[in-house]
């Protein structure tokens, strides 16, 4: 429950990288040795994760704030079971190492957010190169690979993290060289090779869109800090932005926001940096519609636009949102026009005319960052607004309330929403 119309202000920390902290984990598979990981954020889909391991045979420990230590010595199960995987599309992750080490792998087809058909074609036509043999059986895919995997050279006619992730991982165990070419460059992909180069593992070409991984036949393990989440930074100074206020957020250089912090720039935020902060201010004025088109990295983040319509919508002007990654990825909009947003909606692309304010409205969140919208729409809304499904959003924000909370937001939880599963 929200009531809008507060400037947010104030300091936050950022936190550790999901998209980082979930291929980080999965890669704990690689190893007997234990891995000792710093920064892990409190989230759902990283307790999922956790799940899925600990059911494979890892042992874990994990501290009230501390780091997260995995141990995949005692792994003696291959299958990534359909009731964990059906929650976080991002346990495929696992298919990848379990393959490398242990020579076969059964995970069920892939659920998650609603954000279309999401294939894994990619992923599998990867491994296939590596001399995997991969069926789908009864909703699994079924991964075998008797005599191990070995180097090859593999183009992706796509870019797709998880299924550079799921090649790098796997190459990283192969016998021979690997040459994974137009592979995707988020720093989520280069913060996954940072901890495998830390595990043992020999890759070139670290930020481009060519990764040449020299197999080995063992990893060790070792003790890895997490980058911090661009995505969430990126949230909270967008929903600073949307109220006309000013934050800081510690813990998170703007290297790692790039194109975020230029569109948030040209919407006529004042922004200063530091090596590890940055602030924003408004100084109270309204911001400017800026055009948003997505792009594998080092374009617009596909994990931002949702956000970014939100502040569109309070915004001077009127700006043009483009999808281009996924297919209903709109959908947080047609909520937004319920709180009187003026969107406009064709194919994959979002025209939106700024109001003054919107008004507080019952909406329904339907993935995670179209939560996370609805959040900032709430914000900026006159009234009280109700988000329903805010499950979602869990999956991918620490605390969010508390957070919000600490920058001046009028912001609860009720315990029925929390308890809608
Ligand atoms: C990851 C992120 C997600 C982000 C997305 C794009 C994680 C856990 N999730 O998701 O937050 O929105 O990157 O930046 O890191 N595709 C294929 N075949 C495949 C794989 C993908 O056609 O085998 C297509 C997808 O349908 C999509 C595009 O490639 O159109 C990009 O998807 P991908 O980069 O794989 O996204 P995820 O790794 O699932």
Redesign the pocket.
Same mark, same amino acid.
């Given at each position: 429950m929200i009531r809008g119309g507060i400037p947010l202000c104030g300091t936050l920390t950022a936190a550790g990288s999901?998209?980082?902290a979930?291929?980080i984990l999965a890669a704990t598979l690689l190893t007997d040795a234990a891995c000792q990981l710093h920064r892990v954020p409190s989230l759902r889909?990283v307790s999922t994760m956790l799940m899925l391991l600990s059911s494979l045979g890892a042992r874990i420990q994990r501290g009230e704030q501390g780091p997260v230590t995995v141990v995949s010595e005692s792994v003696t199960q291959h299958r990534a079971p359909y009731d964990l995987v059906k929650t976080m599309?991002?346990s495929v992750?696992v298919l990848g190492p379990l393959l490398a080490r242990y020579g076969q792998a059964e995970v069920s087809f892939?659920g998650?957010?609603a954000?279309?058909?999401?294939?894994?074609?990619?992923?599998?036509?990867a491994l296939e190169a590596m001399g995997a043999h991969i069926e789908i059986q009864g909703g699994y895919l079924v991964a075998a690979a008797p005599n191990g995997l070995h180097g090859t050279e593999f183009e992706f006619d796509?870019?797709?993290?998880?299924?550079?992730?799921n090649a790098l991982m796997a190459a990283s165990l192969a016998q021979g060289s690997t040459v994974l070419k137009n592979v995707?460059r &988020?720093p989520?992909v280069t913060d996954l090779v940072c901890f495998l180069m830390t595990m043992g593992a020999e890759i070139e070409g670290v930020g481009s869109d060519t990764l040449t991984i020299h197999g080995k036949s063992s990893l060790r393990g070792g003790t890895y800090a997490i980058m911090p989440d661009r995505?969430e930074v990126g949230t909270y100074l967008v929903a600073a932005a949307a109220t006309r206020g000013s934050v800081r957020i510690e813990g998170v250089s703007s290297s790692v926001l790039g194109v975020i912090i230029d569109k948030l720039r040209e919407a006529g935020a004042d922004i200063r940096e530091g090596d590890d902060w940055i602030e924003l201010d408004m100084k109270g004025g309204r911001p400017r519609a800026v055009d948003i088109v997505t792009a594998?990295?080092p374009g617009f983040?596909?994990?931002m636009q949702a956000q970014f319509t939100a502040m569109n919508a309070v915004a001077e002007g009127t700006a043009t949102v483009r999808e281009t990654?996924? &297919?209903n990825r709109l959908m947080q909009a047609h909520e937004m026009k319920r709180m009187g947003a003026d969107i406009v909606i064709e194919g994959d692309t979002a025209q939106t005319t700024g109001l003054l304010a919107l008004q507080g409205a019952p909406v329904m969140a339907s993935d995670?960052?179209a939560s996370a919208s609805l959040v900032i729409a709430g914000l900026v809304a006159a009234g009280e607004s109700r988000i329903d499904r805010i499950y979602h959003i869990d999956r991918?924000y620490e605390d969010i309330e508390g957070k919000l909370q600490s920058l001046g937001a009028d912001i609860r939880r009720e315990n029925r929403s929390s308890m809608v599963q």
């Open positions: 999901k998209n980082a979930l291929p889909d599309r991002a992750l892939p998650g957010c954000i279309g058909s999401r294939p894994v074609d990619l992923h599998i036509r796509t870019v797709t993290v998880g299924g550079t992730e995707a &988020e989520e995505i594998p990295y983040p596909t994990d990654i996924f &297919e995670l960052r991918g």
